[in-house]
């Protein structure tokens, strides 16, 4: 049963006045029910608009929530349920980037009908469904092997510009990492701006304050990028609902690849004959399931690259290619 939460309510507060007590309590379990699947309920879509479409244009249709241009409603038989950027203001860093954004349907509205708004409306470039990844429980390649994103972003040409780099960031975006785990807790990247004392004498990893600007509050550690508006698929509970500046793994991937990382990055170094101080970068956009949206690595890329990340470490296969994460990837 998928009912739009704005459509329920208005008629329930209206229909509560007129009935019975018990008929009340029926009603508002029902509108309870019916709001909360509409929140479980989402898919995800990314619009990718032409550049004959100005940013303050895409700002305009973010603000006002509204994708379908006026006039053309009849042509659509869905409601958009929400409309933001591909990722927060992480985008914004690339003109290419700030004219891709997310809508939210009803699960229940057929992929078909929701491709064929490009049909509708000749300013959109592409869009395309977001993708859920499922990380290998048990990761059974080697690092290189299975990174298909190192060779995308020029890494190994990385490698070779870092010669006498006194640090190389290498971000990890996985399901989170240990951080306190002994081998592992003097290899995590600490970000230096949001580290020590403010001006008010408060411990910057926790006054709430964004000290390095970045956009981002207290994120000394790295950060959870995983915030799920659909069903949790899968899911046992756990993390998954709200950015925020705790990259804990809950699930335990990330920790193994993050071992694998400072082992395999340590046999790069020697082969190549340089000694950089690799540092780990906790970008969580994977569950305690190991499930993670498009939308979140798509998120946790940005962030590396902000951070001057020189190597972004993906453990998930070729088959997740999709137009957005290679515009992502392209920037990065
Ligand atoms: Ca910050
Ligand atoms: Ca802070
Ligand atoms: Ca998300
Ligand atoms: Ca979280």
């Keep these: 049963m998928h009912v739009s939460r704005a459509i329920i309510l208005p008629k329930l507060i209206l229909i509560l006045k007129r009935k019975s007590m018990r008929t009340k309590l029926l009603l508002f379990l029902l509108g309870v029910l019916c709001s909360y699947t509409n929140v479980l309920s989402q898919t995800t879509y990314f619009i990718k608009y032409a550049s004959s479409v100005s940013v303050s244009e895409i700002d305009g249709k ?22 933001d950027y591909l990722a927060k203001d992480l985008g914004k860093q690339s003109e290419v980037l700030s004219r891709i954004i997310k809508i939210t349907v009803d699960e229940s509205i057929p992929e078909t009908s929701v491709l064929n708004l490009k049909n509708i409306d000749p300013t959109i470039e592409y869009i395309e469904k977001s993708h859920e990844y499922k990380m290998d429980i048990v990761p059974n390649d080697s690092l290189v092997n299975e990174q298909w994103a190192l060779e995308k972003i020029q890494a190994f040409d990385a490698w070779n510009k870092t010669e006498g780099d006194v640090s190389v960031l290498l971000a990890i975006i996985d399901t989170g990492i240990d951080y306190l785990h002994p081998d592992l807790q003097n290899k995590i990247y600490l ?24 956009g981002f509050v207290d994120d000394y550690r790295g950060w959870d990028f ?30 193994y690849i993050a071992g694998i990382a400072g082992a395999e990055t340590n046999n790069i170094i020697g082969i190549a004959g340089v000694a950089p101080n690799i540092k780990l970068l906790n970008l969580r956009a994977f569950d305690p399931s190991g499930y993670g949206e498009e939308d979140d690595v798509a998120a946790a890329i940005l962030y590396a690259v902000q951070m001057g990340a020189r190597v972004i470490n993906m453990s998930f296969g070729d088959d997740a290619f999709s137009l957005v994460l290679r515009d992502v990837i392209s920037f990065a």
Excluded: C
Excluded at 226 to 255: A, C, K
């Design 226 to 255: 995983t915030d799920r508006v659909g069903f949790p698929f899968d899911s046992s509970g756990g993390d998954y609902l709200d950015w925020d500046n705790d990259p804990m793994d809950e699930q335990g991937h990330g920790t």
């Design 62 to 83: 973010v603000l006002a929530k509204q994708v379908i241009p006026s006039g053309l409603n009849s042509l659509v038989n869905f409601n958009v349920n929400s409309v």
């Design 191 to 214: 970000n230096s701006g949001e580290i020590g004392t403010d001006s008010n004498g408060d411990d910057k990893r926790s006054n709430g304050i964004d000290d390095d600007g970045n």
